[in-house]
């Protein structure tokens, strides 16, 4: 007896079991009831077979049946929190925030807070534009471009400099090269610079041999600078190595005269400097 009522109740659980379908109705006191449908909730489980349910209110949500007496609250969507605001949110599934536009969600599954994109500053372009869920990446300009405002999509090539133009200021990363007519500035500072070189180089070896003492006055020439005559002045300034001069006499020759002969006829010389003497003839006559 006892073993054939085991193979019974198993039977019957197997039929129970069959006849309630798991996902849209549940086992109470060996009966099969009904859940309530996705968007609604239960408000009595009093009639097994017929169950009371209600929709959910507006920020309420239900995925699926259930016998829950609640529904799930849909997130806060804050528009001061840079999210979207929500339009009549969906009551049967989830409705995740969005950001607004410049600001994307930390995490894909579950947003809820809104992070401003970066901003790509002059100097650089944007490599890879943000997006809901992702940050903005930036990429500086390579050498010989440049971007201006923020956030350029490009770099743009620095402006040549047509013939009869040199350039101005170079160009770099945030400005374009600027070009004028004219003679190139850089190549006159370029011999300007030049030029003062030589002077220092000539002014250098000057100093140099000075101190060497290739311009050094001898001892007697600096007295005769500091406390003589202008005349002794005008000498010191000569030549060192000049060779002294002889004198020469430019005296007119006398020609041989009887007041120029001695009583031997020999001719009378008379020296530089003294008067010339007449010889006269003496007389022992008196007045």
Known sequence: MRTAFIPWVLVTLVHLVSCCEMGTHYMKDEKCCKMCGPGKRMLVDDNC??????????????SGFTIKTTCERQPSCDPNLHFLPQNKPSKTELSKCQCEIGYYCTQSDDCDTCIKHTVCKPGQRVFKKGASFSDTVCKPCEN??????????TCMKW??????????????????RTCVAGTNIYIILLGV?????????????????????????PKKTIEVLTHG?????????????QQPQEDIDHSVPVSPTLSNLTDNGNFVAQEDGKPTITPTTESNSFL
Request: aromatic share 12%.
């Open 159 to 176: 402006s040549e400099c047509e013939s009869g133009y040199y350039q101005k200021t170079p160009g770099n990363s945030t400005s374009d």
């Open 229 to 241: 005559e202008p005349e002794d002045v005008e000498k010191a300034y000569q030549p060192l190595n």
């Open 193 to 217: 610079g030049v030029f003062l070189i030589i002077v220092a180089i000539v002014v250098f070896v000057f100093i140099k041999k000075r101190k060497s003492g290739c311009y050094k006055f």
């Open 144 to 153: 010989g471009t440049f971007s201006t405002s923020d956030s350029s999509d």
């Open 49 to 62: 077979e017929d169950p009371r349910c209600q929709d959910c209110q507006d920020g309420e949500y239900q």
